[in-house]
């Protein structure tokens, strides 16, 4: 008698199975829930697994990308029907900002304990306005004529779409436009799946020396060990806010972040996902170094970086908003964190096993007014922003009109005789170049407009000096696709 | 122990790693190379001095024992069978010191309970004492001083027992050497240092290993891989593959 047993898929996992989850594809015993966000799922492996905590560290004051994946996280929970646990001295004021399906779409009857798979009906089919949109593009892009061998290839995808199906009840599409109605935030208040915690507040015992850290774990413990039918979600928006959290130090930080994972652990239907305020996400607070503790004390750690605290970097990278960085991922249960071979958007499955092997893409997210989506991030078709370019393109020539009306995109390519203003770009006293006009326009005006551009820098004006400086100063290109902020 | 480095018996082996490349994987394989090395003795064993205390203590201070099952299954090692039998024993430090409740915890606890664990008179098949990690003592509230008085008395206690002692330690600034380790430096006998790419994350290659020799070494014919000439491996679920830097040796 033959000693091999096939594995009976069905039965090989004593996972209990959670509405909203997945099992983790790397392992049977552990199951993945979605963070919201199609994406950032893709990064961390398939979601973020049961019983893991993820911390996001936004160092920007002054963009607030950090607590939308937070917002996601909820919106997320609420939909799945999860047990919700949020921390936050404001949490209500942040529940109204929560985002939810798109009107377009009817928006699914919450789910309530016990209930099976989801109750989305199918609104109009596609998952969100914008995908529609995206199809248009791909379609007019099909148009252009591709060389023949490269016809075959698929079109370049920087980042990982959502799933088309819309009865899963897993990763649902959130619309940004839209608000989760305050209705349902009541209902999920009152059947006590939703709880909003403040940190502010005495202690049980008052002879205990109260901090929020420790009270913030006092309630997380009560709420897991509250519930065990349902995941557990736990969020803290703003973790070391000076708000709601005093005083906190390192050391109580990493503390905390300790004692919640060791409670996550115990009780593994729960995960927990965590914001750094601005202040705490840099190294300035917490030393050097201050950051990869975080990463070794919680299981999964990204940083994403916005651009709105340098112009140099949004301008040479339009199309995004900040950079992400991955300090570390969720690895529950193997050596090798499942996102390596799983992740899509990381690419590092796809080159380990070619022959070689190349690094790991660059991430970078962006924000449209729709949705939040983490990218791969590439240089620009053109090469870069050191690449010299012969011929002004027509898009350029429209913008670089003088208040005298003549164009001045002639002047691009004549820096080196505008020495005067003594700027970084890096044509200096070299060769001329020559500058054709698309459009027709030929040497005459050429002529001209160099004479007008002399006349403008010797007329010091204001407005004009701003618009001849305007060109020199941008070392990016721009391109003829549409600005994302075109509606 | 611990293929393919040649490291003897007895002896205390700090390893540091970094974030970008955890050292894991030479934790468990220690645990997991010991069971496999020192089967379990049958039922009609004589029970002596040395089945009563156990082969493999783990110190740890982050409580993942699931994780630990998990992982030596994939090994073929049954560990929750060998917890129950006695051979592994696990002590949590963070639960054995109660951190939130006193304002300065102190690791005397967890010393008198290792020092129990550990056999009076040193057996005939050494013992494994595992300290994972000193980092994360020193960052959840435990004094600096504490804690490498901790890991002073705990190598002297493995040094009576004959029991190799191995603790891990995290570097957050790649390059820099802070007190506390130059300190484990002092006392350690051979060093693995684990470290990742410079050029950052790779598919084929996860990181690369140098084995140094402590400053509390005795005179041995070990060898030592420096970092010009490092060992790289490349990490997978069922353990590392290492392979000589720079070749491509059955793994590219």
Redesign the interface.
Known sequence: MSSFRRKDPSKQSNLKSYAGTHISPASSSIANTSTGITSLDDILGGGLPLSCSLVVAAPDLHSSYGDLVQRYFIAEGLACGHRMCIIDDFAQDFMQDVMWFPRSSSAPIAETEGSASSSVKEGDGMPGGDFKEDEELSQEDRKVKIAWRYENMKTFQTTVSASSSTLENYCHVFDLTSRVPVSLVDEALRSQRLSLVATRGPSSTDSERWSPTTSALRHIEQVLQGQTTVPVRVCIPFLGSPISWGDITTTDVLHFFHSLRALLRKYPHGCASITLSPKLSSDTWGGSGWLQKVGWLTDAAIKMTAFSADPSLSATFPAHHGLVHILSLPCPSTLVAPSDRFSTLRGLASSASGFGGSGENNLAFKCTRKRLIFETLHLDLDGGVSERRTTAPSSTAVELTTATGASISAATGEKCNHTATGDHTHISGGPKIDIELEGGARDPPKMDAQKEVVAVEGAASGTSDKKAKKPKKRVAFFSERPDVYDF | MLPPFDIPAGSFTLVTD??AAPA??LI?QVVNGYIKEHPRPGRGAQVGEESSSPKVVILS????I??WK??SS?HGVNLPLHISSGVVKFVDI?SQCS??EV?EPRLSATFDVVSGLLPSKAPTSGNVVILDDV??LE???FSPLDIIRFVRALRIACHKSKSTLIARY?I??PG?IDNQLTQLLTVCTYHLDVRPLY???????TGEIALHRGAAAPPDDVKLIRRSGSLQYR???T?PVYFQKGTSEGV?
């Open positions: 970094e974030l894991d994987f468990h201070a982050n409580a993942d699931a994780k998990a992982v994939k963070a951190l939130s304002s980092s994360t960052w959840i509230g995290h957050t600034i820099e050029s950052g994350r790779s598919g084929a290659v990490l997978l679920d353990g590219l």
